[in-house]
């Protein structure tokens, strides 16, 4: 079930990406863009943990790494927008940024103790010479 969560992901943020890229042609600026696109998420999460009753955590460690992590997706979507902005094509700036998947794989082994098959990494290798080739 996770493959069709990550497919639907992918062609969301794909249009997103696109949107993006619109957007910085009519002018918005990239703190704009953000600003706006994490208001009305914040509104649409609003809404579904309403609904769903979701219980929001409580505990001063938990609440000090969903801090880091806001910090660390302001940083990362300001610069991943200006990047798509900017690029002469914003599939390449979305290459470059999606080579997170990468890091995330070497990382998970790394710090959380996940698998990794030769195969694999092979895989997550070809896959970064792709994006080198598309970014040079």
């Not at 792709?130 to 970014?135: E, Q, S």
Request: proline share 4%.
């Amino acid at each position: 079930m996770w493959q069709w969560y990550a497919l639907i992901a992918m062609a969301c943020f794909a249009s997103m990406q696109l949107l993006f890229k619109q957007l910085s042609r009519e002018g918005v600026d990239t703190p704009a863009i953000l600003l706006l696109v994490f208001a009305f998420g914040a509104l649409f999460y609003l809404a579904h943990v309403r609904a769903m009753r979701t219980p929001l955590p409580a505990t001063a460690p938990v609440i000090a790494l969903l801090a880091a992590t806001a910090v660390l997706s302001y940083v990362g979507n300001f610069f991943s927008v200006r990047a798509v902005a900017s690029a002469p094509n914003p599939g390449y700036a979305v290459a470059l940024v999606g080579l997170q998947a990468a890091v995330v794989t070497i990382a998970a082994v790394a710090l959380q103790g996940a698998t990794l098959s030769w195969i694999k990494a092979i895989g997550v290798a070809l896959c970064c010479l792709g994006v080198a080739l598309l970014v040079i």
